[in-house]
């Protein structure tokens, strides 16, 4: 009897699924431009930044205002440029539209790269 209860537990936990796995979900950034810049306030206008700026394209990749492809990694709210010419650049997600860059750990830079391209809004009904 304790077999089977045994042979039971194995075959219900085959079919459940996965945990989830280190780091987060796996995921990809709105595809179009990201403008990157220095926020402003109420007083104060945002400072472009068109030199660390970059398109989103299919694949995981990015293109550089030089026109350099480069790949980079989501994992949930966590963006790692891993090559091309801002290879090493790090971000996290601001909802789906905003990104802000992080230096040396998890400490933001104050920079932020907001998705310029339309934006996706849900629509009711």
Known sequence: MKQIALITVGLFSLGTQAG???GGKLMTLQLGEWTCEVPGDATVMPIAKPELSFTAVADSSYISPEGIRGSYRRLADDVTLTSGTFAGRRFTMDGEEIMRELIGGNKESGIRCVHASP???????
């Open 20 to 22: 989830a796995v280190p």
């Open 119 to 125: 934006i996706n809004m849900a629509t009711s009904g």
